[in-house]
């Protein structure tokens, strides 16, 4: 198994490095072909092509980069600095120089202090990414040490290196120095404003895992709230009433038997009624179906299950295209439209049904019809109690606009607008 390292992006960088490098020299040995006064010694192409063969194969060694782990970035930076300096000095020493067939420079043009220049952009490239900008000098300080030694101990008097009161390995020398320092500052201050950028965001990466914990910490809290509303309206409800009930049973189990009898039926009637109830409230706090169906699909199941073991003549209209609407406002539909159809299966006394959820200028609107005996909201607001003020509250949360008209032995229309 492969293990990524910390200087991933630095391995990458060598890789990359490397073999651009060994095709640059690949180039310069197919020009030279067609420019034999310059012809380079071989000796340099040979050299330098092994240190980017040594950069290649620790850029794809695994092994010695997670067992030196923080000493391999260091370790490539003196490979690719000191090596190829020397060796191209190296190549001016034994070069042959003067007139005659042959090779008669070390190096191309660019001259042996040029010539290492790109494996020096790489070195800075990579003390300046991974360390800080005092780094950076003391690289490009060891770099212009270590030519100025190669240069007064390699190049002969009498070489005629460049115009001036200073030879020309000097000058070069000086001319690197200034690119280096230059380059070095660029990719430094980059570096830095890079680094601030990336505090920045693992900042603002807190911020809003902190906010993302909040918000869900609210919808937990929001989700007990409906659980708690839920079981107090179910299960709640229904405990009271048999507790009520049961207490009447006792006090005249003995003194009139036939009423605690009664009472006792009524109990059974209240216990089966609140546990059917229960299963409802349990049902709906599961995944709902809108999200495996969608509204229209999910509405038309529901309603023919609830209506399947009835003796109501169902009429069903839902509407094929609808607009896109947020899951609060497809959850409040689907909900007042399930608490309507119970409501006329159980206690309407209807024959017949009609649901239509339609679209007109832009809205939905839900309209649940039945011809049973309606009720008295203002008699029966105990009886009808949360059945009702649930599917006003969903209504309200949602935006929309709930109306319900009824009336004794007219029927009822509940009508939903969105």
């Not at 690949?26 to 034999?36: E, K, N, P, Y």
């Not at 980059?190 to 895992?209: D, F, P």
């Not at 159980?346 to 809205?363: F, I, M, Q, R």
């Amino acid at each position: 198994m492969k293990i990524n390292t910390p200087q991933s992006d630095e391995v990458r960088l060598i890789r990359f490095a490397a073999v651009l490098w060994m095709v640059y020299l690949a180039v310069m040995v197919v020009i030279a072909q067609f420019d034999a006064p310059h012809r380079a010694d071989p000796l340099y192409y040979i050299l330098d092509g092994s240190v980017a063969l040594i950069c290649l194969g620790l850029g794809y060694w695994d092994w010695i980069q997670q067992k030196l782990n923080k000493a391999f970035i260091p370790l490539v930076v003196a490979i690719i600095t000191i090596l190829p300096v020397v060796n191209n000095w190296l190549t001016v020493w034994f070069a042959p120089h003067g007139p005659g067939p042959g090779p008669r420079m070390p190096l191309p043009p660019e001259g042996p202090i040029q010539g290492v220049l790109p494996f020096l952009l790489v070195a800075l490239l990579l003390v300046a990414w991974k360390y800080t900008w005092r780094h950076v000098l003391l690289l490009i300080l060891g770099v212009s040490v270590l030519n100025l030694a190669m240069v007064w101990t390699v190049i002969p008097p009498d070489a005629g290196t460049g115009p001036g009161p200073f030879p020309g390995g000097i000058n070069m020398t000086l001319i690197q120095t200034v690119v280096l320092l230059v380059s070095g500052f660029s990719i430094s201050f980059l570096m830095g404003r890079l680094r601030k950028q990336q505090r920045s965001l693992e900042e603002a990466n807190k911020r809003l895992t902190h906010y993302a914990s909040t918000l869900e910490k609210l919808a937990t809290s929001r989700e007990r709230n409906r659980l708690a509303r839920e079981l107090h309206d179910t299960l709640a409800h229904t405990l009271s009433g048999l507790s009520v009930q049961l207490e009447a049973v006792d006090a005249y189990w003995v003194v009139d038997p036939k009423t605690a009898r009664s009472l006792l039926d009524q109990s059974l009637s209240v216990a089966h009624t609140g546990l059917e109830e229960t299963r409802r409230a349990l049902k709906a706090l599961r995944a709902s179906p809108l999200d495996d169906l969608g509204l229209g699909l999910a509405l038309t199941a529901m309603i023919r299950e609830t209506t399947a073991n009835s003796s109501l003549i169902l009429d069903l209209s839902i509407v094929n295209e609808m607009p896109v609407l947020s899951p609060d406002v497809e959850q409040c539909i689907y909900r007042v439209a399930q608490e309507a159809v119970i409501n006329v299966v159980k206690h309407a006394g209807a024959k017949n049904l009609a649901v239509k959820l339609e679209s007109k200028d832009g809205k939905l609107m839900l309209t649940v019809q039945d011809d049973g005996v309606g009720f008295d909201a203002e008699k029966n607001s105990e009886s009808t109690g949360y059945g009702l003020l649930g599917m006003q509250e969903r209504a309200q949360l949602a935006g929309a606009d709930l109306v319900i008209k009824n009336g004794p032995e007219s029927g009822t229309i509940v009508t939903l607008t969105v």
